[in-house]
Each structure stands twice: as C-alpha cells, then as structure tokens.
C-alpha cells in the first residue's frame, strides 16, 4: 500500500533524445506526485510535481504524465542533455502519509 | 523557498560512539523530517520532528538509536548513537514546502569505520 515502484533502475541516453522513467503506486490517498533530481553530493530537489486532478505536466524539458486509473506516472525529459545527468526519484504524498519515494533512477545523458 | 543548512556536511567515526547531525532552517517549520540515504538507494523516513513533542519514528528506527531534539521552530538534531559500520549513510534534513512536496538539505555523509 505504501509503495512506490520506479523503473528503470538506471537509463542511458544520447543527447538530445527523450528519457521517460516511470512510476507506479498503490496508495489511491496519495494525491501529490513530486519528482526529484538528485546530484552526487547533494541533496535531493523538487524538478517538478503534479496532483492527480490533471492528466499531464510541463515545465520546460520537463513533463509529467498522470494516469489515475492506473495509479501510474512518468517523468520524461526532452532533448536530454549531459547537464541532465543525475538520479531521479518518483515520490508520493497526501492524504496524512509521509512521502514514499521510489528507489531512483539513474540517468546518464551521453554527449 | 526554505533554505536547509546542515552540519557537519560529511564526517568519519569510529565505531562505538556517536554523532550528532544539526539542522537549521532559515524560517520557521511546524515540521522536520530526518531521512536516511544509504549507499546508491532511496530516501528512507527516519522520523518527523515536531517542536515541543518527541518526534515521531518510523518503522524500523528507535529513538535510543536515532535520538533526536526539536527545541524551536527552526532547528533540529539528529543523533545516530553506537554506530557501526552499517549506519554509514547520508542523513538529509527535509521540511515541507507549503505547495506540496519538500526542501532538502545537503546532507551530512557519514562514514563509520
């Protein structure tokens, strides 16, 4: 009930193409869907996040697609570049629970 | 935006004693939450920091191990106690944002030997 489900676990990607990564969840109380970006030696950061009253989401290369009945969401990133290099989290929020991240992805972007 | 600042950024102990990890938040928070990152994986809820309560644990953590203080609205620490080897990780600070979702700080990467 508490999970989170991301895949895949790593991803690599030539520049200028697209990276979709995906996530799945259990919980139907979740109603915040944030991803973030982590760099080594950082700590995680809000990309970019989404409520399930909306079906999709842009914010520059970055667009996140809802599925509620499939209780399934997804990260793409268009024209990847190297800059974008990083680990990814899914995570989910709401309803009173804590936020469940997703195990991450790791995302090389090949120049 | 909230910004998190977390000390000491990253440190090496031996095995047996303890270290206590501070958070300070340039404005007042109702809540903070202390996550474990272990190597390569995901972000692990430790507890929630609630000024003028105990902090709530989650599964898993136990407040004699992972003791934790709230004493104002701003500041928090996290104490990983008799550490062994397998406590190293990196131990994120996080409050909530008002929008949904949540500032991390930098985190404190710990080493035991």
């Known amino acids: 009930q508490q999970q989170v489900k991301q895949s895949p676990q790593s991803l690599i990607v030539q520049k200028g193409g697209i990276s979709i990564i995906n996530c799945a969840y259990e919980n139907t109380a979740f109603d915040y869907f944030p991803w973030y970006q982590q760099f080594p030696g950082k700590g995680p950061a809000l990309l970019i996040a989404i409520r399930p009253d909306v079906s999709e989401k842009k914010e520059g290369r970055f667009t996140i697609s809802f599925n509620k009945s499939a209780k399934q969401f997804s990260l793409h990133i268009m024209d990847s570049q190297p800059g974008d290099s990083a680990t990814y989290f899914c995570?989910?929020?709401?309803?009173?629970?804590?936020?469940?991240f997703g195990a991450g992805t790791r995302l090389f972007v090949k120049a | 935006s909230a910004v998190i600042s977390q000390k000491p950024s990253r440190d090496i102990c031996q095995r047996g004693t303890s270290l206590t990890i501070q958070c300070q938040v340039d404005?007042?928070?109702?809540?903070m939450f202390w996550y474990r990152q272990q190597p390569g994986q995901s972000l692990t809820l430790i507890a929630t920091?609630?000024?003028?309560?105990?902090?709530?644990?989650e599964s898993g953590f136990v407040i004699d191990k992972f003791p934790i203080s709230r004493p104002n609205l701003t500041f928090s620490t996290l104490t990983v106690s008799n550490m062994s080897p397998e406590d190293s990780s990196i131990y994120l600070c996080?409050?909530?944002?008002?929008?949904?979702?949540?500032?991390f700080g930098q985190g404190t990467r710990l080493t035991v030997v």
């Open positions: 995570a989910a929020s709401g309803g009173g629970f804590k936020t469940i």
């Open positions: 996080s409050v909530a944002r008002g929008s949904g979702g949540a500032f």
């Open positions: 920091a609630n000024q003028g309560s105990e902090a709530t644990y």
């Open positions: 404005s007042q928070v109702t809540m």
